[in-house]
């Protein structure tokens, strides 16, 4: 074990799974000798050269595209968006082409597409979106959002080697600022929810950067010692329904947390999942904290406002805890 | 030719009984150009055909009765009735379906042409599409991207003077050929009803491939002869536009330069034989079953992933020359 930043971890389970197989292979724009825009492929052009580690023209649809081709014909591709943002501009290569390609031809397309996302750093519109929603809703395409170090590089390992199209949303927010004890090695982590601290009173339901949002806000001192669960989904597609009843059996009272824009999101299917099977098991409304429906603002003291934060976390726990 | 011609006409006849759901959407008259390019790749290639290309798909091997079951929606179809019309590509023979964006499997071509390329291997990917296809991004994106790595791939654009409606001079106001040596690489304007030039052309795009020379634009120029589906009256088409390209048909082309050849050539008997192959398949497709509503939400992922099969190649022109390539590499 290694105590690895949420960034290190990425590289380290890219590294260790370019290794591994000779198939993976990485595209991105200035991923080889800049080595990303986050350094997340810091060093790895003198390790694999210039062919595994490809720098692409500025092209998102290009990208994914060319990822289709080359896995279809035996290749491993793992593409890396120099930022979500810009998958948008990749769309329809995953969601027409790749999402459904095994359903109608029977030929699996093993890509996995890295998505470096969300907001709090004064990235405005166009580098802070969170748009896993968009690609939940297309068939055929699995999503999945580490929150921790150790996620982090076992779900990459597990996408990179999973038969189909993977979303990977990794943090931004996450990459430097936590750390974590990371398995030295290859390893796959599951794509199922893991629960981030037990509890038995209410439960908060999260992925990625809020999983962290939702610990900091529901301590047992900030809400007079009531004991909180959270629970970290890390795959949305697909999701993990047992755990999330689970946890709304345990606890009875459930406030879901998304950093996305709120309609349509990943919270607003898991609030609907608990309307359908857990309606029984509920003492209360389910109560949704989510980021508006509004362009990610850039100055900061917009960007706050809108953002769920900690503050916004704990109220809404404490009301629905006193309901 | 003739077994692309007579399978569409065959698939119009149960459209217009009913028997085909949907629409349905032909290439009729466009038979020269996907039967020439595909006869020039080997069986190693790998080929995005669209809905104008029945041919690419009939060369490599896929039954008739597949491709008659499969525009039925029927269990036994290659995409099992998970989608209908052309849109399909047996995985075992190579061959990638289209979606209905076009130009998307532009970069699908691409992409396995630079896994090809990668692992240092002699093998080509070919791509067709149409003249509205080089309106829209990823046509850009894949011949730019093609020529900027020199990769193996052949874009085969099938200029048949209309998309859907549109006539050319509304899609592009250059010459579509011009455009290969903007983007830098070897273009070609190629009779697109002529199966022997289409074939001589992808042949020298396929050797310059494989042999490190980058892709290579072909432009087929050809016609429409029917509507964009079978819906569709072409009215937007002028009469003598349609009778000067009947009279270039491409199966009655090859028929009189075959004709023309010392050997014997029995048209008649050939053309009985095709006819022949396709009742039969017909028989077997109609008594194939529908799929079961049950299987509806099977197979939207994958368990594995086996990659894309070998087609088949009836011209085996390429051995010695792929053996002179790698020589030249290593």
């Known amino acids: 074990m290694a105590e690895l930043t949420y960034l290190q971890a990425i590289s380290d389970g890219l590294r260790e799974e370019m290794r591994a197989d000779e198939r993976v292979f990485l595209m991105g724009e200035d991923i080889g000798t800049f080595g990303g825009a986050f350094k997340v492929t810091d060093g790895f052009i003198d390790e694999f050269g210039a062919t595994r580690v490809m720098d692409t023209p500025l092209a998102e649809s290009g990208i994914v595209g060319t990822a289709v081709g080359a896995a279809v014909v035996g290749m491993r591709p793992v593409c890396e968006m120099q930022f979500s943002d810009f998958v948008a501009c990749g769309f329809d290569q995953l969601v027409n082409v790749a999402g459904k390609m095994h359903y109608r031809q029977g ?88 629960v981030a601290r037990a509890g038995d009173e209410l439960v908060v339901i999260a992925y990625g950067a809020m999983v962290h949002t939702a610990l900091a806000a529901t301590t ?6 009531a ?31 998304d950093e996305a824009n709120a309609t349509c999101a990943a919270g607003a299917q898991v609030a609907a999942l608990i309307a359908e099977k857990g309606f029984e098991d509920l003492d209360g409304p389910v109560v949704r904290v989510a980021t508006p429906d509004v362009p990610i603002p850039f100055s900061p003291p917009l960007e706050q406002a809108v953002l769920p934060g900690v503050d916004r976390v704990k109220e809404a726990c404490r009301d629905l805890l006193a309901y | 030719m003739l077994l692309m011609r007579g399978i569409e006409q065959r698939a119009m ?48 091997g896929t039954e008739p009765e597949r491709i008659l079951a499969q525009y039925m929606g029927r269990a036994t179809g290659i995409t ?34 630079m896994a090809f390329k990668l692992r240092g291997e002699a093998r080509a990917a070919l791509t067709f599409f149409g003249d509205g296809s080089t309106s829209r991004g990823d046509f850009h994106e894949a011949l730019n991207w093609a020529a ?27 010459d579509p050929v011009e455009r290969a040596r903007a983007y830098g690489m070897a273009g070609e304007t190629v009779d697109g009803n002529d199966p022997e030039a289409m074939f001589e052309a992808t042949r020298a795009a396929r050797e310059r491939a494989v042999a490190g020379g980058g892709p290579t634009l072909i432009e087929a120029v050809t016609m429409r002869m029917h509507g964009h589906a079978a819906h569709d009256d072409m009215r937007y088409v002028p009469p003598e536009q349609l009778a000067a390209w009947r009279e270039r048909d ?28 396709i009742d039969a398949a017909t028989e077997r497709a109609l008594a194939a079953p529908m799929p079961s509503p049950e299987t509806a939400l099977e197979g939207i992922f994958a368990d594995e992933a086996v990659p894309l099969g070998d087609g088949r190649a009836p011209w085996s022109g390429f051995a010695a020359a792929d053996a002179t390539a790698l020589a030249q590499e290593a």
């Open chain 2, 250 to 277: 491409p199966i009655d082309l090859q028929e009189r330069r075959l004709s023309a050849l010392t050997e014997p050539f029995d048209a008649a008997a050939l053309r009985a034989e095709v006819q022949a192959e």
């Open chain 2, 80 to 113: 099992r009735g998970r989608d209908g019309n052309v849109h399909f590509g047996d995985k075992e023979r190579g061959l990638v379906g289209m979606v209905s964006m076009l130009p998307d499997m532009m970069l699908v071509a691409t992409g396995m042409a």
């Open chain 1, 220 to 225: 047992p001192e900030q809400l007079d010692g």
């Open chain 2, 148 to 174: 900027v790595q020199r990769l193996p791939v052949i874009f085969v654009l099938e200029n048949n003077q209309y998309a859907y409606s549109t006539p050319t001079a509304l899609q592009f106001a250059v």
């Open chain 2, 13 to 60: 006849n149960l459209y217009r009984q009913g028997r085909v759901p949907g629409s349905f959407y032909d290439g009729y008259g466009q038979e020269a150009v996907s039967t020439g390019a595909t006869f020039a790749m080997a069986a190693e290639d790998r080929i995005c055909a669209l809905h104008r290309d029945l041919a690419a798909h009939v060369v490599r």
């Open chain 1, 107 to 194: 030929l699996a397309v093993p890509i996995t597409v890295r998505l470096p996302s969300g907001g709090g750093f004064s990235g405005g519109p166009f580098h802070s979106q969170n748009p896993e929603a968009w690609f939940m809703h297309a068939p055929g395409l699995k999503v999945v959002a580490p929150s921790t170090p150790e996620d982090a590089k076992g779900l990459l390992i597990k996408g990179i080697r999973d038969p189909n199209p993977v979303i990977y949303l990794e943090h931004k927010n996450l990459y430097r600022r936590i750390r974590g004890e990371v398995p030295e090695g290859v390893y796959e982590t599951d794509f199922s929810a893991r």
């Open chain 1, 227 to 257: 004991s909180v669960e959270v629970l970290d989904l890390r795959s949305l597609v697909p999701l993990d329904e047992e755990a999330i009843l689970a946890s709304v059996r345990k606890c009875s009272k459930v406030v879901v947390l």
